[in-house]
Structure formats: C-alpha cells, structure tokens
C-alpha cells in the first residue's frame, strides 16, 4: 500500500513539473504584460505600433548602461528592458537593440560625449557606506539609408512613463525620409519659443514675410559671402506646412495678412496666440492693450479674440514678493482650462488640464465658407475683465453670473474636400513661454499636441500624453460643497443608527 502511494506521489510530482515546464515554454515563445495603470503606462501604445511595424529601413538601437547602478536606477532599467522586450516584438527584424556596458575611462567618456551621452555621477551604496561613481545610462538611435546615417540620442533615461515617447519619437525621426517644415513668424516682437522636441518631428524654420514682386511668400533670412568677401543677405523662399504666430507686439500690415490668408486658402495651417490685453509686470500689472491687428486675419475665418482678461474660480497659484516674504496665493487671472471643458480633439487627448496666464477670451462668429468651434473653455463661474482693470494678486473678485469662456477655437471650411488649411486660435502667448511653461509641463504637451493635429500629425500626440500626472481638484459649487458637508457630518452616525436598531430588532427576535 505504501509502495503504491509511494508511486502515486512521484507521477504526480513528475505531472506538476511537467506542467509547469509547459507553462514556461509558453511564457517564454509568447510575452503576455498586465498593465493596471490608469493611462497604461507600460502598454505599448498604437501610435508607437503603427511606427514600429511600419519601419522601412533597419533601426540600431545602443544603450550604453554601466554595471554598477543606484537602486532607483536598477529599477527603471528592469521596466526599461520589458518595454524593449515589447518593441522588438511589435517591430521584428528591424529593430536591432543591444545592451553595452562601457568602461569608465575618458577615452570612453569622450566617445560618448561626441554622440551625445555624457558621462554621470552616481551615489552608490556599497558596504553600508554612500561612494560616488561614474557611469551612463543613455541611448543611441541610427538609421542608414544611401550611405546617409540619421542619429538620435538620449542622453540620460530618467524615468519610465517618459520612456516611450522619448524612444519612439526619436525612432520616427531617424525613419522618416524628410520632414516637413514648421515655420515660427518673426519680425513682428514676437515671442522666442525654445520647444526642442519640436526638431524630432519637424524642420524648424525662423520666417518673415514678402509682400513685394514675384516672391511674396514666406522666406528664411541667410547670411553669406560673396566672392570679394562681403556679407550679403540671402533670402531662402519656404512652404512651411504650419505657420506659429506667438504674441506680436507691433503690426501685422494688411499685405501681410493677405499672404497668409492665401496660404490657407492653398492648404497651409496657422495657430495663433495671442492676447488683446497683456499686464505690465514692470508698473504694478497695469493693463496694455496690444495692437497687433491679428483680428483682421482671424475675423474672416469666424474667430476674434476679445479686449478683456478671463478669471476664473479654477486657476492656478501665483508667487510674489511681499515685503521680506514670498506668498503664494491662488490667482484667478491664471486660469486653469480642466478636462471637464474640453471638447474632444487630438490636441487634448490624455490632457488633465492646461494653464493660461493673463487670457483674452474669444468670440466665435458664423461665417458663409467657414466654421468654428470652441475647443476649450473656462468652468462655467469663468468671467472677464474689460475695463478698470485690477490684476494685483490682493484683488477681491466675485464669479457670481459667471459662464464658460472661450479660450482656444478651431476653424475649418465647411467644404467636405475644400483644399483650405486649419486655423487655430489660443487667447493666451504666455501659456507656452520658457518663464512660463517650464514650470507646468502639460502646457508645453498641449503646445506640441495642437501642433502634431494641425498639421496632420498625431501620431505622437497619444504617446506624449502618458506623461501627463496634473490632476486638479474638481470645483464644486457651494450647493454640492453643502451637500458633501451634510453627507460626511451625518451620514456615519445614521449607519451606526441603522446597525444599533437591527442588533436591537435581532436579540429580540432571538429572545422570543
């Protein structure tokens, strides 16, 4: 009996192993991921597919990661190999990935430094004491095509739910035959905006405008020798797929306006942003109006942007000197646009919210050739200033009355397979300036967002999204904040009330 138990034990031991040997050769031929984050972080997103299975020419891609590593480094390294494990297989043959661990000498460190990964200092903990160390944690992407190598790199991987849009956008870039131009007009004091992810997926171009002979179009500005040795200025004519007009301080002439009105009419796309009324942050923020005459191009297309300032009970904080200190306080002249008031569109997707300094607010209009339409708004106790301006920070404002405000509209032609481009409107310059933006991420996201959408493309507007991590509070009117007050105050010692009355109900049940 004990024999037969005895074999009965081990053909099941023997079944178990084998089974799970089974489900291993299974696991191992075919990688299976869970994701349980909210904007699935570690799933590989079909923008980043579509890009990864359509890759024309061989991608190499060579992680230069040291041995010795901090443990949240070590960490991030274990996601970062799981991601590439779900790339290789998304893209096959065309993706080669290697892993390269570069000794810490300058010789190595100067290699590397020429193509862009540069040499870190690590706090390592060894032997219960903290050493400093050096060593890389970057990547580089090349392609070859016709003898032409294209490269992209990382310098430093910092964190994993940036990862995929780092990599991705930088895979597109050196996969892609060309790319189109996206041109930013000058010549107007217009703002200097510095956006380097831009230059992943498009030609940036500075350009002014010809309104003379032949020529009138868009031109980049050369300088060049000539032959007895003189500096000469060359103009260079360009088709830009979008034109960005970022907040001119002067005038945009009527000639000038007739080119861009025609280059919409062949197909091109333009986003504005601009404000009517901007503070003086030199003279106790008094307001200035701004004069710029963009009205006169937009207003054709059913869009004006209104000589007022948007507040709103939703808005962000603002830090300033008083006296010795710094306070911060809320500013309801910082709007903050929530989800909740976005209508859908490419340029959002994924977006929690998105800040507007100092915003104009816009007026919408139906016109016979074109259509607009309210993209994004303020909470509906949104309300404007328009005269007697107070913007100082100790500024007492009600939102009684207060409705929803257009801040960023689109126009289209209502013709089904018109040739006309996009035109785009935000009532607010600042929202994207270094000062500004690089203290609220997500606004820089949105910028680059809208950019992809109006010029056809969004493949990358779903990925860089991932790394959107703002999530404002809901404003609550004070109906429903009553409400929640009633609610929390009352509402545990009903339960209690409820379950004293069944355990009463019960023991005299059991006592009949």
Do not use: C
Not at 54 to 71: A, G, Q, R, T
Not at 207 to 227: A, L, P, R, W
Request: hydrophobic letters at 35%; zero cysteines.
């Amino acid at each position: 009996m004990n024999k037969k138990i005895l074999n009965s034990s081990v053909s099941s031991v023997l079944i178990f192993l084998s089974f799970l040997i089974a489900i291993n050769f299974l696991v191992s031929q075919n990688s299976v991921y869970f994701d349980l984050t909210e904007e699935k972080i570690y799933t590989t997103s079909e923008a980043s597919k579509d890009i990864l299975k359509n890759l024309n020419d061989e991608v190499v891609v060579n992680f230069y990661i040291s041995k010795d590593l901090p443990s949240d480094l070590i960490t991030t390294k274990t996601q970062l190999l799981d991601s590439m494990n779900q790339y290789q297989d998304i893209a096959g043959s065309k993706l080669k990935v290697s892993y390269i661990e570069p000794e810490n000498t300058s010789e190595k460190a100067q290699e590397l430094a020429e193509i862009g990964i540069p040499q870190l200092q690590f706090n390592v903990i060894e032997k219960d004491k903290y050493e400093v160390k050096q060593g890389f944690f970057g990547v580089e992407i090349t392609s070859e095509k016709d003898g032409e190598i294209k490269r992209e790199a990382i310098p430093i991987i910092q964190a994993i739910n940036s990862w995929e849009y780092d990599f991705i956008s930088a895979v597109y870039s050196v996969s892609r035959d060309s790319q189109e131009t996206v041109a930013f007009l000058t010549g107007h004091g217009e703002k200097d905006v510095q956006i380097e992810d831009l230059k992943k997926s498009y030609e940036i171009a500075d350009v002014q405008i010809e309104i003379e002979g032949d020529n009138k179009g868009f031109y980049i500005s050369k300088n060049k020798t000539n032959e007895d040795g003189e500096e000469q200025v060359e103009k260079e004519y360009i088709t830009p797929l979008t034109l960005i007009i970022i907040g001119p301080e002067k005038e945009i002439i009527s000639e000038e306006i007739s080119v861009i009105d025609e280059f919409i009419s062949n197909g091109g796309n333009v986003i504005v942003a601009s404000e009517n009324i901007v503070p003086d942050v030199q003279q106790n923020l008094n307001a200035v109006p701004v004069e710029n005459n963009l009205n006169e191009l937009i207003k054709k297309y059913g869009i004006e942007i209104n000589s007022d300032l948007i507040y709103d009970k939703s808005n962000s904080n603002i830090t300033y000197q008083q006296g010795f200190f710094s306070v911060s306080k809320p500013y309801p002249f910082w709007v903050k646009a929530v989800q909740d008031n976005f209508e859908s569109h490419p340029s959002l997707s994924g977006i929690q919210s998105v800040t507007f300094p100092w915003v104009s607010s816009l007026k919408l209009s139906e016109k016979d050739e074109y259509v607009a339409k309210s993209l994004l708004s303020s909470t509906n106790q949104g309300k404007t200033m328009s005269d007697s301006f107070n913007l100082l920070p100790d500024s007492r404002l009600v939102f009684l009355g207060g409705s929803k405000k257009t801040i960023a509209a689109i126009s289209e032609s209502k013709e089904e397979n018109s040739q006309s481009g996009i035109l785009f409107v935000v009532g607010d310059s600042d929202f994207v300036s270094p000062n500004f933006s690089k203290q609220i991420p997500d606004n820089i996201t949105f910028f680059m967002n809208l950019v992809d959408s109006v010029s056809n493309l969004v493949n990358l507007s779903s990925i860089r999204s991932k790394n959107i991590i703002d999530r404002p509070l809901k404003e609550l009117d004070e109906s429903e904040k009553n409400y929640w007050k009633f609610v929390s105050i009352f509402a545990g010692a009903i339960l209690i009330d409820i379950y004293g009355v069944f355990r009463i109900m019960r023991r005299k049940k059991r006592a009949k």
